[in-house]
């Protein structure tokens, strides 16, 4: 069993950066890869990055390459969403996910764990 809880999220002017953390408990957390999702209000959940339970690799939707970067500390059980360069666009509800062995990164069915997560609003 893995637990999540998400934080950082809040109230950003375009242009500006956040921080998402999302702490883990569970002594497997290492052997996870771990993925970032969002949510717009009306739309359905979709992929925003995600990186290997070593740290070895990372994937980002078009959208997040070259603004938001994954990392992971697996000694402190979390994983971190850098966020620059936000625009309202990115206004939505983020969410960080657990999964043994994706297939696919990218598809929201392929995680086992999910948490609540928070809410990131960037205003123009």
């Known amino acids: 069993q893995v637990q999540l809880v998400e934080s950082g999220g809040g109230l950003v002017q375009a242009g500006g950066s956040l921080r998402l953390s999302c702490a883990a408990s569970?002594?497997?957390?290492?052997?996870?890869?771990m993925g970032w999702f969002r949510q717009a209000p009306g739309k359905e959940r979709e992929f925003v990055a995600a990186?290997?339970?070593?740290?070895?690799?990372?994937f980002y939707t078009d959208s997040a390459k070259g603004r938001f970067t994954i990392s992971r500390d697996n000694a402190k059980n979390t994983v971190y969403l850098q966020m620059n360069s936000l625009e309202p666009e990115d206004t939505a509800v983020y969410y960080c996910a657990a999964a043994r062995n994706p297939a696919r990164v990218g598809l929201t069915y392929e995680y086992d764990y999910w948490g609540q997560g928070t809410q990131v609003t960037v205003s123009s």
């Open positions: 569970g002594r497997t957390f290492s052997i996870y890869t």
């Open positions: 990186i290997t339970w070593r740290g070895s690799s990372t």
